[in-house]
C-alpha cells in the first residue's frame, strides 16, 4: 500500500500523574524533516523521538508537538537540616538562660520558621523512563497518523490508475491512427504529383519511397510500445506499495520523454490533440505523485 506525505495523528495519555499529548503533522517534502517541539526540561527524549519518527516514514516534513500536563506535581521530598536546626535550637537554648528562670520549651514548629530548617526538593527524575513514557504515547500518534497517510494514500493510487487507464486507451488510438496518416500522405502526394507533371506517368517506385520515408519519420510505434510499458511499471510499483514516491517520479519523466517524441513525429491533427490529452494526464499523474511517500 502507498502512502500519502501529508497527514495528521494525536494520541493522549497520562502516565503518573503527568498527561503526555503528541500531535504529529505532516506535508510534501523530497527528505524527510523531522522538526521536535517539546519543553526544555525533557529535550533529552527527543533523539528517541526522532529515531521512531525515522523508522516508520521515509519522506516529508514532519512536525511533532509534545506537551506535558502536571509535570509539575511529581514527587517532592522533604528533609530536615539537621546540623542547622541544632544551631538554632542551641542558639534559641542560651538565650532562654539569658532572659532567667522563665521556662522555655523549643517545640519543632518554632525551629521550622527559620530559613534552610526544612528543605524541599524535587525528586530526582528517572529520565530513560520518562523518555519510554513519551515514545510510548508517539507509537500511538504515529499509528493515527500512518491511518491518516494510508487512507489518503490510497486515493492517491485510484486516482494514478484511473489516469493511466485514460492514457492507455489514447496511446491506442494514437496507435489506431498512425497507419492512415501514411496511407493519406502517400494518396496526398500521389494527387500532387499528378497535378504538376500533368500528362506524365508517374513512377509508382518513387511514390513507395516517398511514402516509405515518411513513414518512417512519422513511425512511433516504438514510443507507443515503451508507453505502454511504463504503464505496466507503474502499476507493478503501486501494487507492491511502500515509499515509492521517488521512484514514481522518474518513472513519469519517461512518460513525458515519449509523449513529447510521438508529438514531435507527428503532424497529424487528430494525434496532435490525442498527445495533448495524454499530457494532461501525465501533468496530473506527475502531482499526485508529489504526495506520495
Do not use: W
Request: a negative charge; charged letters at 30%; aromatic letters at 4%.
Amino acid at each position: 500500500m502507498v502512502k500519502s506525505m501529508t497527514g495528521y495523528g494525536r494520541a493522549e495519555e497520562t502516565v503518573n500523574g503527568c498527561t503526555i499529548t503528541v500531535e504529529l503533522r505532516s506535508v510534501n517534502n523530497r527528505y524527510l524533516d523531522c522538526n521536535v517541539r517539546i519543553p526544555r526540561l525533557y529535550l533529552f527524549a527527543e533523539e528517541s523521538i526522532k529515531s521512531r519518527v525515522q523508522n516508520t516514514i521515509s519522506r516529508g516534513k514532519v512536525d511533532v508537538f509534545v506537551t506535558l500536563d502536571g509535570a509539575g506535581a511529581e514527587e517532592v521530598r522533604v528533609s530536615v537540616n539537621r546540623p542547622l536546626a541544632q544551631q538554632y535550637a542551641n542558639a534559641l537554648q542560651e538565650l532562654a538562660q539569658l532572659c532567667g528562670p522563665t521556662a522555655y520549651r523549643i517545640t519543632p514548629e518554632t525551629l521550622s520558621r527559620f530559613p534552610e530548617v526544612l528543605m524541599a526538593e524535587k525528586a530526582e527524575e528517572n529520565v530513560e523512563e520518562k523518555a519510554q513514557d513519551i515514545c510510548r504515547v508517539l507509537d500511538l500518534a504515529l499509528a493515527d497518523f500512518d491511518q491518516m497517510r494510508s487512507r489518503e494514500g490510497q486515493r492517491l493510487e485510484e486516482d494514478i490508475l484511473s489516469r493511466a487507464r485514460t492514457i492507455e486507451e489514447l496511446v491506442g488510438r494514437v496507435e489506431e491512427r498512425s497507419p492512415q496518416t501514411v496511407s493519406e500522405y502517400r494518396a496526398k502526394l500521389e494527387a500532387r504529383m499528378n497535378e504538376v507533371l500533368a500528362n506524365t506517368q508517374l513512377d509508382p517506385a518513387r511514390i513507395l519511397t516517398e511514402a516509405a520515408i515518411f513513414a518512417d519519420k512519422v513511425a512511433v510505434d516504438e514510443e507507443t510500445v515503451r508507453l505502454r510499458s511504463h504503464i505496466g511499471q507503474l502499476r507493478t510499483m503501486l501494487d507492491k506499495g511502500g515509499a515509492v514516491g521517488r521512484k514514481l517520479d522518474f518513472l513519469i519523466q519517461e512518460f513525458n520523454r515519449e509523449a513529447n517524441t510521438i508529438g514531435s513525429k507527428c503532424s497529424d491533427i487528430e494525434i496532435a490533440r490525442h498527445v495533448v490529452d495524454i499530457k494532461a494526464e501525465i501533468e496530473k499523474i506527475r502531482e499526485q505523485i508529489q504526495n506520495m511517500e
